[in-house]
C-alpha cells in the first residue's frame, strides 16, 4: 500500500508563494495520474489541480494561473507550486492519485494565507 507524506505548508501574507511536496512510498506512482486536494475548515475535499502520467497538468479554475502542478517519477514526488495566494486557498492540502480508488490519505499540510 502506498503511503503519502505531504509538506511545504505554512502561514504566508496574501500574495505570498509556497511550494507543497508529496512523497509517496512504493512503486504504484509512476504508473498513475497524481493529483492535489484541499480541504477548508467546515467544508469537502475538493480536488485543486492534477498531472498525468506523462506531465499534462489541470487545474480547478479558482487556481488556474497561480498554481503549477509538476512530478518526478524518480523521487515519486509530485509538487505543487502556488502563487498569488489568497486567504482562501487556506486549507489542509493532500495528495492522492486521481483514480476513484484511492491510495490511503496522508495527514496532509496546513496551508494558511494572511490577509
Known amino acids: 500500500q502506498v503511503q503519502l507524506v505531504e509538506s511545504g505548508g505554512e502561514l504566508v501574507q496574501a500574495g505570498g508563494s509556497l511550494r507543497l511536496s508529496c512523497v509517496a512510498s512504493g512503486s504504484d506512482f509512476s504508473t498513475n495520474a497524481v493529483g492535489w486536494y484541499r480541504q477548508a475548515p467546515g467544508k469537502q475535499r475538493e480536488w485543486v489541480a492534477y498531472i498525468t502520467v506523462r506531465g499534462t497538468p489541470t487545474y480547478a479554475d479558482s487556481v488556474k494561473g497561480r498554481f503549477t502542478i509538476s512530478r518526478e517519477n524518480a523521487k515519486n514526488t509530485v509538487y505543487l507550486q502556488m502563487s498569488s495566494l489568497k486567504p482562501e486557498d487556506t486549507a489542509v492540502y493532500y495528495c492522492?492519485?486521481?483514480?476513484?480508488?484511492?491510495?490511503?490519505w496522508g495527514r496532509g499540510t496546513q496551508v494558511t494565507v494572511s490577509s
Open positions: 492522492n492519485k486521481i483514480n476513484p480508488l484511492k491510495w490511503s
